[in-house]
């Protein structure tokens, strides 16, 4: 039975295509906004994998080096903390909103869980709208450990008292999913535009196009 559902921020709710104009000005393209986003990830993978922390800021400093590097790009420490600050004003999705205030009246436990610092979640949280559809936010640099590694699932379910199995992570990223499937957790899938599950491991029990369309299975599978 699932009594916490624990939603992603970057990309899930919030939308990071805010920062393409900042990428377009600082390294001549919007279309290397996803690539800086993808190249954060592995370095934080990299430092899970081999035992080295890597915080999410540090990670999207880094990114933003290499990119300009391998692009030729001059982009000074300020430069490059301009972008990343952009973080804390992105808009979330048109749904989004409307998707958390229908959980609301549910018994449903609904919180974020994020890669991002806990300072600039509330931040983010707040700038867009979404911090009172929210019980409350965890951050995973909180225990030093970003997803997909489990401990960040396992605080979820530490800090609202429940058991890793009544946690439901939702997510638009296939690696987040899989991450919380292998902790132990439920997961629901949102398929936004380009995102695609693995083949490989097991797959959540919801997929949806939206929040809207997740939500309302959420609705109908964890509150009957």
Known sequence: MVKVVAFDVNETLLDLRALDAAF????????LRAQ??????????VGGLTGEYVSFDAAQHAALSMLAERHGRDLTAEDMTGIVDRMRSLPAHPEVAGALRRLRPTPLTVVAL??????????????????DHLDGVVSAGSVRRLKPAEEPYLAVAR???VDISEVRLVAAH??????ALAAGCRAAFVARPGMVLSPIGPRPDIVGADLDAVADRIIALDTA
């Open 114 to 131: 994020t890669n991002s610092p806990p300072e600039v979640a509330e931040a983010q949280l707040v700038a867009s709208g979404l911090r």
């Open 159 to 161: 800090t609202f008292d």
């Open 24 to 31: 377009e000005e600082a390294l001549g393209s919007a279309g």
């Open 174 to 179: 296939w690696w987040d999913v899989a991450g």
């Open 36 to 45: 800086w986003f993808a190249q954060a990830l592995q370095l934080i993978f």
